[in-house]
T-cell receptor, first 113, second 115 residues
Framework: NAGVTQTPKFRVLKTGQSMTLLCAQDMNHEYMYWYRQDPGMGLRLIHYSVGEGTTAKGEVPDGYNVSRLKKQNFLLGLESAAPSQTSVYFC????????????FGEGSRLTVL | AQSVTQLGSHVSVSEGALVLLRCNYSSSVPPYLFWYVQYPNQGLQLLLKYTSAATLVKGINGFEAEFKKSETSFHLTKPSAHMSDAAEYFCAVSESTSGTYKYIFGTGTRLKVLA
């Protein structure tokens, strides 16, 4: 049982480059989330989705786009990377967006030079 | 908007001592509250959650938390710390926005266990 899988796990970008992070879950969860983790700031919600074809903005959505074309996948895109987007990104999923447990991937470490 | 505040970004305890990690929430409605643990280079995993049933919630690895509405608190405790408890701990609350829910996390508390 893979749970939540994120790819890639590490990536180095130059300022202005674009990239996509892929999150895949095999638990048939409706809710999926993208967070970024920075020292001293905890986890901050970037975007989330409450079902296939839906997306919504979180606390820090600027500079990111997302898509949920298939229920099991949630993509996070950076169109023009900036050094401020250097972070560890976590994807999570939940069967119930109110009281359900969040299942996390192992994280994707992104460095923007 | 709902929020959680974790007092103390770093906490050190001796092995065998009581662990107390603090979390206060702000919410105008009964909240759903969670504690997660993150070990180095891993994702987060659920320790326990409060969903308006019993106010004292027991979780994995001997941790428990008590929901106190009067104090708007949900502090995490463990009677006797073990070296393997060294990790970062996050308090979280679920928040409703236009009928959908999202999870808001605190800034985390890094627990160090001294031999």
């Amino acid at each position: 049982n893979a749970g939540v899988t994120q790819t890639p796990k590490f990536r180095v970008l130059k300022t202005g480059q674009s990239m996509t992070l892929l999150c895949a879950q095999d638990m048939n969860h409706e809710y999926m989330y993208w967070y970024r983790q920075d020292p001293g700031m905890g986890l901050r919600l970037i975007h989330y989705s409450v079902g296939e074809g839906t997306t919504a903005k979180g606390e820090v959505p600027d500079g990111y786009n997302v898509s949920r074309l298939k229920k099991q996948n949630f993509l996070l895109g950076l169109e023009s990377a900036a050094p401020s987007q250097t972070s560890v990104y976590f994807c999570a999923s939940s069967y119930n967006g109110r009281s359900g447990e969040l299942f996390f991937g192992e994280g994707s470490r992104l460095t923007v030079l | 908007a709902q929020s959680v505040t974790q007092l103390g970004s770093h906490v050190s305890v001796s092995e065998g001592a009581l662990v107390l990690l603090r979390c206060n929430y702000s919410s105008s409605v009964p909240p759903y509250l969670f504690w997660y643990v993150q070990y180095p280079n891993q994702g987060l995993q659920l320790l326990l959650k409060y969903t308006s049933a019993a106010t004292l919630v027991k979780g994995i690895n001997g941790f428990e938390a008590e929901f106190k509405k009067s104090e708007t608190s949900f502090h995490l405790t463990k009677p006797s710390a073990h070296m393997s408890d060294a990790a970062e701990y996050f308090c979280a609350v679920s928040e409703s926005t236009s009928g959908t829910y999202k999870y808001i996390f605190g800034t985390g508390t890094r627990l160090k266990v001294l031999a």
